[in-house]
């Protein structure tokens, strides 16, 4: 990895870090979804994935986790934010693998915000020794799908009109980078 890419990887992490820190300051104004967030630093992973390789993706999403987790949160946050990323991430690529034909960033972010939730629940689940915890996921799905969609339209814009970024999503040829 080259020192450019990894300046950029840190400066994404650091923009990560800082848009969770700031929403996790903003208290839930979803009454009716306590908890639920917006999931701004999740914008940072969906241009991630469309700017960088898998594995860089993953690396970049584990440092956020754990830097946002030394800066403001505690194990439990942890536990349920690294089953929700993980899932996230992971249904990202595979629904990103179908292409841009087929599928949208915007699609891709709704997944990923969905999987989010999913993730999440899961580890309450296990945490509450229940599964009734998951009666809550329509509620989240609909939360984490309308999430995603807002995420999906900032980085289809952030891509399409930011220079750098641009400049990291097309190849030399032009085209675009798969």
Known sequence: MNSKKLIYISLLVAQGVVLGLIENMIPSFFSFAPGAKIGLANLITVIALFTLSKKETLLLVLLRLFLTTLLGGTI???????????????????????????????????????????????????????????????????????????????????????????????????????
């Open 76 to 178: 439990s946050t942890f536990l349920y934010s690294f089953a929700g990323a993980m899932l996230s991430f992971l249904g990202m690529i595979v629904v990103k693998k179908l292409g841009p034909k087929r599928i949208s960033f915007i699609g891709i972010s709704a997944t990923g915000g969905f999987l989010h939730n999913v993730g999440q629940l899961i580890v309450a689940s296990w945490m509450a020794s229940t599964w009734s915890v998951m009666l809550y996921l329509p509620v989240l799905s609909v939360m984490g799908i309308l999430s995603g969609i807002a995420i999906g339209i900032a980085a289809n814009y952030l891509l399409d009109h930011v220079t750098t970024l641009k400049q990291l999503h097309f190849d030399q040829n032009g085209s675009k980078k798969k």
